[in-house]
T-cell receptor, first 110, second 113 residues
Framework: DAKTTQPNSMESNEEEPVHLPCNHS???????IHWYRQLPSQGPEYVIHGLTSNVNNRMASLAIAEDRKSSTLILHRATLRDAAVYYC???????????FGGGTRLMVKP | DAGITQSPRHKVTETGTPVTLRCHQTENHRYMYWYRQDPGHGLRLIHYSYGVKDTDKGEVSDGYSVSRSKTEDFLLTLESATSSQTSVYFC????????????FGPGTRLTVT
């Protein structure tokens, strides 16, 4: 079972940092953590992924707990365009399937 | 943006009719995927392809078939559409399997009446 647990929704103010949590307490040693987001009426969009170390890219940062049972997606400065559903996904290196859960709906207030 | 198009973007059809959805890519990526998205279920994988004429089933493959005769096109066919197949269908591509990011198309909204 490749389940992750995320809050259903979160709110943020524009231009403030956002920390989106994800629990994956049964993660195996070979599972990567992927984050995708889906803007209204669009297909999902890749955000970031990592295995053990924290990762940064132009969109976000990913902080992975030392025991790997949880991770946090960090948007450093939320904009209105960041309002979307954010999916945290465990992905085995040997598999091809991304298993999407319910995700977190992020609302950004001006 | 990755070059992925889906056609048609919207379709209404009647129960029992065959329907084919097309996914076209210009990225020369090896892997192609079909997902469906329904309220309360997130996205679920229907079928995927790991090369020309190489396909495999996903989580919810019953009632669907796929074909890939060339790298750039991946077809999803509903042989006899049912109302339970009303959904939004997304195609995705990736350069490799495993831990390579997938790029998604804009989606096809299918309504079966």
């Amino acid at each position: 079972d490749a389940k992750t647990t995320q809050p259903n929704s979160m709110e943020s103010n524009e231009e403030e940092p956002v920390h989106l949590p994800c629990n994956h307490s049964t993660i195996s040693g070979t599972d990567y953590i992927h984050w995708y987001r889906q803007l209204p009426s669009q297909g999902p969009e890749y955000v970031i992924h990592g295995l053990t170390s924290n990762v940064n890219n132009r969109m976000a940062s990913l902080a992975i707990a030392e025991d790997r049972k949880s991770s946090t997606l960090i948007l450093h400065r939320a904009t209105l365009r960041d309002a979307a559903v954010y999916y945290c996904i465990r992905h085995n290196n040997a598999g091809n399937m991304l298993t999407f859960g319910g995700g977190t709906r992020l609302m950004v207030k001006p | 943006d990755a070059g992925i198009t889906q056609s048609p973007r919207h379709k209404v059809t009647e129960t029992g009719t065959p329907v084919t959805l097309r996914c076209h890519q210009t990225e020369n990526h090896r892997y192609m995927y079909w997902y469906r998205q329904d309220p309360g279920h997130g996205l679920r994988l229907i079928h995927y392809s790991y090369g020309v004429k190489d396909t495999d089933k996903g989580e919810v493959s019953d009632g669907y078939s796929v074909s890939r005769s060339k790298t750039e096109d991946f077809l999803l066919t509903l042989e006899s559409a049912t109302s339970s197949q009303t959904s939004v269908y997304f195609c995705a591509i990736s350069d490799s399997g495993g831990n390579y990011e997938q790029y998604f198309g804009p989606g096809t909204r299918l309504t079966v009446t």
